[in-house]
């Protein structure tokens, strides 16, 4: 069990430090638990649907596809086969790896499509409408997927899905909310609005039923044709036709040339664990690591879960580690990414020298040469009988994407073009501010955050984890994993902690509300931080820690194992073992 300085109080209660502590008692619900498999989704139905498959004997790659399809039914905000994302595996021979299935730019996209003759940004061009709509991965990723790694008929995986789809779903609380929260959008293009607002322009709300038929056709086609249904189909002519129309640049050939990509995950070790994640085309690994080997430098567990020390050199990696993410990384087909170097830990020894003890660091100060001055993703987990784990973040980018439906498909289009770089200097969505590395080309693929992650410990899976929240998902992965290696938290109290993010530029700590005390706001105040304490997007991360639900309990022996954990701020969300 970590040293943290709650224990240590606990021996000495006459032990006083410079700085008062703070202890954060994240109070949480019991997490989930399972013996047999465990699945984590933002929405009960696909959990469930997940669970099924588990059961009749399908491994957590089979039932990471059935999910994949399911949300794209009963979570169609941010679930999709419009979009795309990225799946890391490790089945339990220890073998591992990372399927890309994120969206590419069209054939005819160029580096200045959302500038105006001036130069400037068109306001909304890269969300709003076709033109914002990357060439879609996830019919794509979920097939290879299957095919390479799975043990059930493509058939029998979707059937659930396209049931949900036919017979329909109704809705509770949390599904109502980000249906209400979309209707504006939604209501601009009558294909989407059609399918997703009642005939009197309101969205369907608790207790009614969500039925698209379209989606089910379309979902139907794919499960009797496999991805060419979709790729090169009457999906993709249909898709094609609605772009031409309204303004977009999507054509045959982007569809026809779509590849998904297997890559090796990024790993890197944290204080004896192992750390399996996203790399480029997402930051996401990269970056985590690189602020996790920062902090390895430093004795989190003493200095406490939500001090103004800890929260000094957590904000100082970050900003160090968001510098690189912003002007090195993008896609490695046209990027020569300096992974090793980032990975180094000499590198890391380099940041830590650069930290001020005392003083809050300056993010203009770090400006790389020739650089210019909600939302919805979803995260799953899932890992199987066998020890089998697959975490899966896919995407439209911005909730239900660009708002576009093509007539006749009921698929909605992703606005995933927004992550590249419209202009160095100019922050994007998640107010990202980037550079030429990640500058729109033909076919690239634009630099994501996403951060599926796998975590071992002595060769076993330890901790499958990972979140939407655009440019936090790396930082809310890497909390979670903080809380419970360092600050012993268990897997839920890790998720549903309060969290800080810091992301370079703006130079400013973004604080969950109530998520610091007032004493510590005060102490990093002092110490020359900006805070933003107004309420924001922290994402929903879905974890499972194995063996115990936390590192105590998997010490002492005893705990259940598998332990599953939803975050609470996911209102329709569900972990469910078994
Ligand atoms: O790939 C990325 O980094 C973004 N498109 C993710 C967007 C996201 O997480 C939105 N959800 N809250």
Same mark, same amino acid.
């Given at each position: 069990?970590?040293?943290?300085?709650?224990?240590?109080?606990?021996?000495?209660?006459?032990?006083?430090?410079?700085?008062?502590?703070?202890?954060?008692?994240?109070? /949480?619900?019991?997490?989930?638990?399972?013996?047999?498999?465990?699945?984590?989704? =933002?929405?009960?139905?696909?959990?469930?649907?997940?669970?099924?498959?588990?059961?009749?004997?399908?491994?957590?790659?089979? @039932?990471?596809?059935?999910?994949?399809?399911?949300?794209?039914?009963?979570?169609? $905000?941010?679930?999709?086969?419009?979009?795309?994302?990225?799946?890391?595996?490790?089945?339990?021979?220890?073998?591992?790896?990372?399927?890309?299935?994120?969206? %590419?730019?069209?054939?005819?996209?160029?580096?200045?499509?959302?500038?105006?003759?001036?130069?400037?940004?068109?306001?909304?061009?890269?969300?709003?409408?076709?033109?914002?709509?990357?060439?879609?991965?996830?019919?794509?990723?979920?097939?290879?997927?299957?095919?390479?790694?799975?043990?059930?008929?493509?058939?029998?995986?979707?059937?659930?899905?396209? @049931?949900?789809? !036919?017979?329909?779903?109704?809705?509770?609380?949390?599904?109502?909310?980000?249906?209400?929260?979309?209707?504006?959008?939604?209501?601009?293009? &009558?294909?989407? =609005?059609?399918?997703?607002?009642?005939?009197?322009?309101?969205?369907?709300?608790?207790?009614?039923?969500?039925?698209?038929?379209?989606?089910?056709?379309?979902?139907?086609?794919?499960?009797?044709?496999?991805?060419?249904?979709?790729? $090169?189909?009457?999906?993709?002519?249909?898709?094609?036709?609605?772009?031409?129309?309204?303004?977009?640049?999507?054509?045959?050939?982007?569809?026809?040339?779509?590849?998904?990509?297997?890559?090796?995950?990024?790993?890197?070790?944290?204080?004896?664990?192992?750390?399996?994640?996203?790399?480029?085309?997402?930051?996401?690994?990269?970056?985590?690591?690189?602020?996790?080997?920062?902090?390895?430098?430093?004795?989190?567990?003493?200095?406490?879960?939500?001090?103004?020390?800890?929260?000094?050199?957590?904000?100082?990696?970050?900003? #160090? =580690?968001?510098?690189?993410?912003?002007?090195?990384?993008?896609? &490695?087909?046209?990027?020569?990414?300096?992974?090793? %170097?980032?990975?180094?830990?000499?590198?890391?020894?380099?940041? %830590?020298?650069?930290?001020?003890?005392?003083? =809050?660091?300056?993010?203009?100060?770090?400006? &790389? !040469?020739?650089?210019?001055?909600?939302?919805?993703?979803? #995260?799953?987990?899932?890992?199987?009988?066998?020890?089998?784990?697959?975490?899966?973040?896919?995407?439209?980018?911005?909730?239900?994407?660009?708002?576009?439906?093509?007539?006749?498909?009921?698929?909605?289009?992703?606005?995933?073009?927004?992550?590249?770089?419209?202009?160095?200097?100019?922050?994007?969505?998640?107010?990202?501010?980037?550079?030429? @590395?990640?500058?729109?080309?033909?076919?690239?693929?634009?630099?994501?955050?996403?951060?599926?992650?796998?975590?071992?410990?002595?060769?076993?899976?330890?901790?499958?984890?990972?979140? &939407?929240?655009? /440019? %936090?998902?790396?930082?809310?992965?890497?909390?979670?994993?903080?809380?419970?290696?360092?600050?012993?938290?268990?897997?839920?109290?890790?998720?549903? @902690?309060?969290?800080?993010? #810091?992301?370079?530029?703006?130079?400013?700590?973004?604080?969950?509300?109530?998520?610091? /005390?007032?004493?510590?706001?005060?102490?990093?105040?002092?110490?020359?931080?900006?805070?933003?304490?107004?309420?924001?997007?922290?994402?929903?991360?879905?974890?499972?820690?194995?063996?115990?639900?936390?590192?105590?309990?998997?010490?002492?022996?005893?705990?259940?194992?598998? $332990?599953?954990?939803?975050?609470?701020?996911?209102?329709?969300?569900?972990?469910?073992?078994?």
């Amino acid at each position: 069990m970590p040293l943290t300085r709650r224990t240590l109080i606990a021996v000495s209660l006459s032990l006083t430090f410079a700085f008062t502590p703070t202890i954060v008692f994240a109070a /949480s619900p019991t997490p989930a638990k399972g013996e047999h498999g465990m699945v984590v989704t =933002a929405q009960h139905l696909a959990t469930e649907v997940g669970v099924d498959v588990l059961k009749k004997g399908g491994n957590a790659v089979d @039932a990471a596809v059935a999910v994949g399809y399911a949300l794209a039914v009963v979570y169609p $905000n941010a679930g999709n086969i419009g979009g795309g994302g990225f799946m890391t595996v490790r089945m339990k021979d220890g073998r591992t790896t990372f399927l890309d299935f994120r969206e %590419r730019a069209p054939l005819a996209a160029t580096k200045t499509m959302y500038l105006d003759k001036d130069g400037k940004p068109i306001k909304g061009a890269s969300l709003d409408g076709y033109l914002a709509v990357g060439v879609p991965g996830s019919v794509a990723g979920f097939e290879m997927a299957r095919e390479k790694f799975g043990t059930l008929p493509r058939q029998e995986l979707m059937a659930p899905a396209i @049931a949900y789809a !036919k017979d329909g779903f109704v809705l509770n609380q949390g599904d109502a909310a980000s249906f209400a929260g979309g209707a504006e959008r939604l209501a601009k293009d &009558p294909a989407a =609005a059609a399918i997703f607002l009642k005939k009197d322009g309101k969205p369907y709300g608790i207790g009614e039923k969500l039925v698209q038929p379209d989606l089910a056709a379309s979902l139907s086609a794919i499960s009797d044709k496999g991805p060419d249904a979709f790729y $090169n189909g009457a999906i993709a002519d249909e898709i094609v036709k609605a772009s031409g129309a309204k303004g977009g640049i999507l054509a045959k050939p982007d569809f026809e040339q779509y590849a998904v990509r297997e890559l090796k995950p990024v790993t890197c070790s944290y204080r004896g664990y192992e750390i399996i994640s996203s790399p480029p085309p997402s930051s996401g690994g990269v970056i985590i690591c690189e602020i996790l080997n920062v902090l390895e430098g430093y004795p989190l567990s003493y200095l406490g879960a939500g001090s103004a020390e800890t929260v000094h050199v957590m904000v100082e990696a970050m900003r #160090h =580690a968001y510098v690189d993410r912003n002007s090195a990384l993008g896609d &490695p087909d046209f990027v020569d990414n300096p992974v090793s %170097r980032l990975l180094d830990k000499a590198y890391a020894k380099d940041i %830590r020298d650069k930290i001020d003890p005392f003083r =809050a660091g300056v993010s203009k100060e770090l400006m &790389p !040469k020739g650089f210019g001055e909600s939302k919805e993703t979803t #995260h799953y987990s899932i890992i199987d009988k066998d020890g089998n784990a697959v975490a899966v973040t896919y995407t439209l980018n911005g909730s239900f994407g660009a708002g576009v439906v093509a007539d006749g498909t009921g698929i909605l289009l992703n606005n995933e073009m927004d992550d590249f770089t419209q202009k160095p200097g100019v922050p994007n969505l998640y107010g990202l501010v980037q550079g030429e @590395a990640n500058a729109i080309q033909p076919k690239k693929t634009p630099l994501s955050s996403m951060s599926p992650t796998i975590v071992t410990k002595d060769g076993k899976p330890f901790m499958v984890i990972g979140s &939407p929240g655009g /440019s %936090r998902i790396i930082t809310i992965t890497l909390e979670v994993i903080v809380n419970v290696i360092d600050h012993g938290m268990d897997i839920q109290q890790a998720i549903d @902690a309060p969290r800080i993010h #810091h992301q370079w530029l703006p130079d400013t700590v973004y604080v969950e509300p109530f998520g610091l /005390s007032p004493d510590t706001e005060k102490l990093l105040a002092g110490m020359g931080y900006h805070l933003d304490l107004s309420d924001q997007i922290w994402g929903q991360a879905a974890g499972i820690l194995v063996g115990g639900k936390s590192l105590a309990q998997i010490e002492k022996g005893g705990g259940a194992r598998y $332990n599953g954990a939803i975050d609470s701020r996911a209102a329709a969300g569900e972990a469910l073992g078994y």
